[in-house]
């Protein structure tokens, strides 16, 4: 698909969900209102792994300091929820930004397996201290975010707020992307030494995409519990660890709607399965199964050294222009 | 840049990679670093880029100690280094692996972007072409080509190139060669690494002939021929067995 026709897609895909609450369904603004919380933190994942290379399973452990920041902030603390918001975001930020610099010297499946380790300790973090986070049974009545007469916790608003953050969260991401900091981000992702070599500090570089990928994690987590005034350990439980990888590997890491489609996919394949969505679970693994076998890349991935039909035609042609002159 | 080597040491947890190596090399100068594989040559160039710990010894650039700078500020100190393997970034065009190398150049020293562009790109014209390709697009010679472009832009004083003929045929390694003869004789300090005799445009100052990480011949201002490289890496191999 050229530049043009992918733009077209986007705008149409846009105006119709702009459109979307003209239809009535309250159940498809809230499940869209789902997905355009967890897209947030899908874009921010797909910043880390997809754009430098580093595997986390972190995402759960920085929706939860948002999440319980701004339940936490609100409940027990009567702060203003937009300013405990703000402050379980900074939290999340400051915290990824002090671990990150330890635990991004560790690579590949070590670095995998640590942020897996982190995301289970959050759960018991959050189960166990009873006084602050409500233990298993949570943090409930948490109040919403409010501007004037507007609930944000309300279908309407909540949705139109949740599809702007989301479409705030992929026009951050592709600047970043597209930016001096998102090459370096690249360039480490291909080859560290690479990297090196041109000047970048790669520790420094992992970290900053680190801190990226918890500040918007940090931002949907938050939403989440704005949205339905409630924080549990549930909400960050393995199950939503494993969730948030089929959903970045379903759509296509490292791309840039990538992380929207397969938060699509997962969160609205109930409605797809119907009377088989008791199967959900086993569906999920399955279709996983099947997208790492047959591809890889996720959906709108490329595969690992192909080369893009845009990038082999040029050069072939230029190549007969001047005479095959390159060994 | 003056570049002083003292009894660098590296090794790879026990393993020795590189032992008590020395040389002086004055502004300008070229060093041509010979060996088979795993004599340490790699290992040499990487250890002056600071891309690998020392376990002794030092580097001084222009007087100045180095040698535990970490190897992304080397560059900022003039030191680029173009590695093995082309080192061009796959999914990156052209003009982002050029961007990265400015980008590496301090900002005292950093002429606008266009401008700095073209003067590289004067060396290797055909990049120019090439510029919104996918660097996988481009053959082994014009990876090559790239890589050392992308150094050049970070405005080294010393560069470092670690076998930049190695899979190129005969035809691009004369036009690699050309334009690193042409960058030393204007006054780009060199330090080269390859595995056999290369056709460079004139005799190097220094050529040290490595084999398992000790210099076994060093020559001033001479030619390694094809024959001597072989004999030497024969005796040196008869001497240890």
């Known amino acids: ?327 | 840049m003056n570049l002083s080597v003292r009894g660098l040491s590296v090794a790879y947890r026990r393993n020795r990679a590189l032992a008590n190596v020395s040389f002086e090399l004055k502004t300008g100068g070229l060093l041509l670093v010979l060996g088979p594989n795993g004599a340490g040559k790699s290992t040499l160039v990487r250890a002056l880029a600071g891309a690998v710990p020392v376990e002794d010894g030092a580097v001084l650039f222009d007087g100045r100690d180095v040698t535990a700078m970490p190897a992304h500020r080397r560059v900022g100190a003039g030191v680029a280094l173009v590695p093995e393997g082309r080192g061009v970034l796959a999914g990156l065009t052209v003009r982002e692996n050029l961007e990265l190398g400015w980008h590496g150049a301090p900002r005292a020293s950093r002429g606008p972007r266009e401008a700095e562009f073209e003067r590289v790109i004067a060396l290797f014209p055909i990049l120019a072409e090439r510029y919104a390709l996918d660097c996988r697009a481009l053959s082994g010679g014009e990876m090559q080509m790239l890589a050392i472009a992308r150094a050049l832009l970070a405005r080294p004083s010393l560069l470092l190139l670690d076998e930049p003929s190695l899979g190129l045929a005969p035809r691009m390694v004369k036009r690699v060669y050309d334009a690193l003869g042409q960058l030393n004789a204007e006054g780009l300090t060199t330090v080269l690494v390859e595995q056999k005799a290369v056709p460079l445009r004139r005799p190097a100052d220094i050529t040290l002939v490595l084999q398992r990480g000790s210099v076994i011949s060093r020559s001033e201002n001479a030619t390694l021929t094809s024959d001597q490289l072989a004999e030497l890496y024969l005796s040196a191999h008869r001497e240890s067995a």
């Open chain 1, 1 to 327: 698909m050229n530049q043009r026709n992918r733009a077209l897609l986007v705008a149409a895909v846009g105006l119709a969900l702009l459109a979307l609450p003209a239809s009535g369904s309250s159940y498809w603004i809230y499940t869209l209102t789902i997905v355009g919380i967890y897209a947030t933190a899908l874009i921010g994942l797909n910043v880390l792994v997809g754009y430098a290379g580093q595997m986390s399973f972190a995402t759960t452990t920085f929706m939860a300091a948002g999440g319980y920041g701004a339940a936490v902030l609100t409940t027990k603390l009567q702060w203003n929820p937009w300013l405990a918001c703000a402050a379980g975001v900074a939290f999340a930020g400051v915290l990824a930004y002090a671990i990150g610099f330890p635990l991004l010297r560790l690579r590949g499946h070590y670095l995998a397996m640590a942020t897996f380790a982190l995301a289970i300790c959050t759960i018991s973090l959050v189960s166990g201290a009873q006084n602050v986070t409500g233990g298993t049974s949570g943090l409930p009545g948490v109040p919403p975010l409010t501007i004037g007469s507007v609930n944000f916790s309300t279908p309407l608003p909540a949705y139109y707020f949740a599809l702007a953050v989301c479409a705030l969260a992929l026009f951050a991401a592709s600047g970043l992307v597209d930016s001096r900091t998102g090459r370096a981000w690249r360039a480490l992702a291909k080859r560290e030494d690479v990297a090196t070599s041109v000047g970048i500090d790669v520790r420094r570089a992992k970290v900053a995409a680190f801190v990226v990928s918890a500040v918007f994690a940090a931002i949907s987590g938050a939403m989440y519990v704005e949205f339905t005034s409630f924080v549990s350990p549930d909400l960050y439980d393995s199950s939503m660890v494993v969730q948030i990888f089929i959903m970045l590997f379903i759509g296509g890491v490292g791309t840039t709607y990538g992380p929207l489609l397969g938060t699509a996919l997962v969160v609205v394949s109930p409605v797809l399965l119907g009377r088989f969505s008791a199967y959900q679970s086993i569906v999920f693994e399955i279709v996983l199964l099947i997208i790492l076998v047959v591809r890889p890349q996720g959906i709108l991935g490329r595969a690992a050294g192909t080369r893009p039909l845009s990038a082999i035609l040029p050069a072939f042609l230029q190549r007969r222009r001047s005479g095959g002159s390159a060994a």
